[in-house]
T-cell receptor
């Protein structure tokens, strides 16, 4: 099992450009999440999804959009990138039941720089 | 909403015991998790407390007191590889989301 994978691993954008970050999980998890982590800080929830076709806003959703067209994939979009969106983005997944119910599984992260 | 507080840094020597505290203010709460994150890496799950009391997993233990809005992570027999950031995370009452604390950077000295 690959667990949670993220594409790309690194990206540099210019202000105003757009991009999509892809998250994929092979654990058949219902829940998926996008977080951002700024230097020396904790994780802040951007958007999340509790099932295919559903999305909801987290703590810091402005400037981002998401889609969950397939259960295994969760996409994070930046329509017009700003320097304030320079951060490390982590995707995570979890299950609403079973032995790993209380655990979030994280991807390796995407390091995004907006110039 | 939820907000959690942790000390920013803790330093200890190899072989020692260290406790990392987490206090929280929340209007709805379902449990407390702990995650470890090495520099440049992703967070990895350590433990979860749904009920008051102590949960033990090898060298790591986690404690929760819901009446005191307080929990801690206890690391025993510290090793150099334990140098990392440790995050507590509160789970909302719907069981869907976690809110993360700011993290505690643990440095283990030889």
């Amino acid at each position: 099992n690959a667990g949670v994978t993220q594409t790309p691993k690194f990206r540099v954008l210019k202000t105003g450009q757009s991009m999509t970050l892809l998250c994929a999980q092979d654990m058949n998890h219902e829940y998926m999440y996008w977080y951002r982590q700024d230097p020396g800080m904790g994780l802040r929830l951007i958007h999340y999804s509790v099932g295919e076709g559903t999305t909801a806003k987290g703590e810091v959703p402005d400037g981002y959009n998401v889609s969950r067209l397939k259960k295994q994939n969760f996409l994070l979009g930046l329509e017009s990138a700003a320097p304030s969106q320079t951060s490390v983005y982590f995707c995570a997944s979890s299950s609403p039941s079973g032995p790993t119910y209380n655990e979030q599984f994280f991807g390796p992260g995407t390091r995004l720089t907006v110039l | 909403g939820q907000s959690l507080e942790q000390p920013s840094e803790v330093t200890a020597v190899e072989g020692a015991i260290v406790q990392i505290n987490c206090t929280y203010q929340t209007s709805g709460f379902y449990g407390l998790s702990w995650y470890q994150q090495h520099d440049g890496g992703a967070p990895t799950f350590l433990s979860y407390n749904a009920l008051d009391g102590l949960e033990e997993t090898g060298r790591f233990s986690s404690f929760l007191s819901r009446s005191d809005s307080y929990g801690y992570l206890l690391l025993q027999e510290l090793q150099m590889k334990d140098s990392a950031s440790y995050f507590c995370a509160g789970r909302d009452n719907y069981g869907q989301n976690f809110v993360f604390g700011p993290g505690t950077r643990l440095s283990v000295l030889p």
